[in-house]
């Protein structure tokens, strides 16, 4: 059973940052692709950035290059995203997902989400 366990969350004005945390336990943690998602009050949810295994490989959303960096400690069994230059349309619920594979946006691992707010 696989658990993720976001924190980190919270408010900040635009310009400054966040750091997220997702705690990871109950499978092969580095072995597997992760991901951050978001999701604002009346959209979809979106794919933010995803990483490899192993971390060698980083993909991200064009909204957030240049300012966002996803990253992973794999003796930690712990995968961040660092938030820089945050603007107010980054305010969302911010979730943490984890799959086998790494090529597209389909996870089946979710956290419980943090919350997000720029203003």
């Known amino acids: 059973h696989v658990q993720l366990v976001e924190s980190g969350g919270g408010s900040v004005q635009a310009g400054g940052s966040l750091r997220l945390s997702c705690a990871a336990s109950?499978?092969?943690?580095?072995?597997?692709?992760m991901a951050w998602f978001r999701q604002a009050p009346g959209k979809e949810r979106e794919g933010v950035a995803r990483i490899s295994g192993y971390g060698s490989n980083t993909y991200y959303v064009d909204s957030v290059k240049g300012r966002f960096t996803i990253y992973r400690d794999n003796a930690k069994n712990t995968m961040y995203l660092q938030m820089n230059s945050l603007k107010p349309e980054d305010t969302a619920m911010y979730y943490c997902?984890?799959?086998?594979?790494?090529?597209?946006?389909?996870?089946?691992?979710w956290g419980q989400g943090t919350q997000v707010t720029v203003s």
């Open positions: 997902a984890a799959d086998a594979t790494c090529g597209s946006w389909a996870f089946r691992n």
């Open positions: 109950g499978y092969t943690y580095n072995r597997n692709c």
